[in-house]
């Protein structure tokens, strides 16, 4: 258990489905950010909060649409996505937005396969 | 275009042996380098890191090098150990900037017996 748990495991979801990814931290970490790792491709960086205000959007498509309620919780929340949306998604969270200290500590992560 | 590249996909070593990885970067304002390991069904757990300023870090059996005029670092493990086997992810930032670390595409190390 690294400190950062992400729900579901594993999902398949339909194209037209609406589904959310969960991830919790009782680590006291003000920063947690969302990235996708797909088959070959560096981990990709798509959403960031600092203090549950988003300070990154990678460039994400409105079909992610992220939710950060507080410091502990941040969510995924997902529609219409596509089969190349196929991927690990990675929750992560740090101490604050600087990773040069203590590093991220990642999740489990959520093998997402959109049928 | 990628930043971090880590040409190695795969790297099979024999135990007790010395590991090394490879890493390269292209932008020359990173001044912060990581790396993470990662096993499988697991998240990258953070292993070791080093700052611009410094040309190596120990920290019991990996050491990381860096040799800034090259735009590279590396990763050395002695002795190599069965469970050192895993995805090893090079990452690098630029400090005073909202944390954005920079992932290479990882390299798969295989420790034999």
């Known amino acids: 258990e690294t400190g950062v748990t992400q729900t579901p495991r594993h999902l398949v979801m339909g194209m037209t489905n609406k589904k959310s990814l969960k991830c919790e931290q009782h680590?006291?970490?003000?920063?947690m950010y969302w990235y996708k790792q797909s088959a070959k491709k560096p981990l990709e960086l798509m959403f960031v909060?600092?203090?549950?205000?988003?300070?990154e959007n990678n460039s994400v498509p409105s079909r992610f649409s992220p939710e950060c309620p507080n410091s502990s919780h941040l969510f995924l929340h997902l529609h219409t996505l596509q089969p190349e949306d196929s991927a690990l998604y990675l929750c992560a969270s740090s101490q604050d937005d600087s990773s040069r200290y203590y590093g991220y500590t990642f999740g489990s992560g959520t093998r997402l396969t959109v049928v | 275009d990628q930043q971090v590249k880590q040409n190695s996909p795969s790297l099979s070593v024999q135990e007790g042996r010395i590991s090394i990885l490879n890493c390269d970067y292209t932008?020359?304002?990173?001044?912060?380098f990581l790396w993470y390991k990662k096993y499988p069904a697991e998240g990258p757990t953070f292993l070791i890191s080093?700052?611009?300023?410094?040309d190596k870090n120990e920290d019991g059996r990996f050491t990381v090098f860096l040799n800034k005029s090259a735009k590279h670092l590396s990763l050395h493990i002695v002795p190599s150990q069965p469970g050192d086997s895993a995805v090893y992810f090079c990452?690098?930032?630029?400090?005073?900037?909202?944390?954005?670390?920079?992932f290479g595409t990882g390299t798969r190390l295989q420790v034999t017996l």
């Open positions: 932008n020359s304002m990173f001044d912060y």
């Open positions: 680590l006291g970490h003000n920063a």
């Open positions: 909060y600092n203090f549950k205000e988003q300070t």
């Open positions: 990452a690098a930032e630029i400090t005073g900037t909202a944390s954005k670390l920079t």
């Open positions: 080093i700052s611009s300023i410094k």
